[in-house]
């Protein structure tokens, strides 16, 4: 038996996505959103923003604009279980690094909170190169100042 991988469509993601785009966002069962000023939605129009679809169903994001103009960040990777991550993955990174590659970008930089991209990443050519610690305060109420006992 051969088996084959599902036929995936990439095209450049439009502001006339935003509303399937977050649809997929809210449903995708890996989604990574890179720590931010502006969320991801608001890059839409800015390229490489892609979209994966199988069919006429959506599959997955990869948004990395570059910026500064000489790195693209990993903003946005969602994708769903439909289709093997991985295989998501693999389609829409070919050809968001082409497209950087064409626009003389220097560079693609990742900064995952989970280890969910970094499988996905070092398979790309990605190397780790910094650890980044964070803190999180759970709910309640805030504590005092310390006390000079």
């Excluded at 626009?103 to 790309?124: K, W, Y």
Aim: hydrophobic share 45%.
């Amino acid at each position: 038996m051969i088996l084959s991988r599902p036929a995936l469509a990439v095209r450049p993601a439009t502001r006339a996505d935003r509303e399937v785009l977050l649809a997929l966002v809210a449903a995708a069962h890996s989604v990574h959103s890179h720590l931010d000023w502006k969320p991801a939605d608001e890059w839409l129009g800015s390229q490489p923003f892609l979209l994966a679809q199988a069919g006429d169903r959506l599959v997955g994001a990869l948004a990395c604009p570059p910026d500064p103009d000489d790195t693209a960040w990993i903003r946005l990777f969602a994708a769903t279980k439909q289709i093997p991550i991985r295989h998501t993955w693999d389609r829409l990174w070919a050809a968001a690094r082409a497209e950087l590659q064409a626009q003389d970008v220097g560079g693609a930089a990742a900064m995952s909170i989970n280890d969910g991209l970094d499988e996905h990443c070092m398979r790309s050519g990605f190397e780790r190169t910094h650890e980044v610690v964070v803190l999180v305060r759970r709910r309640g109420p805030l504590a005092g100042p310390p006390t000079n006992a």
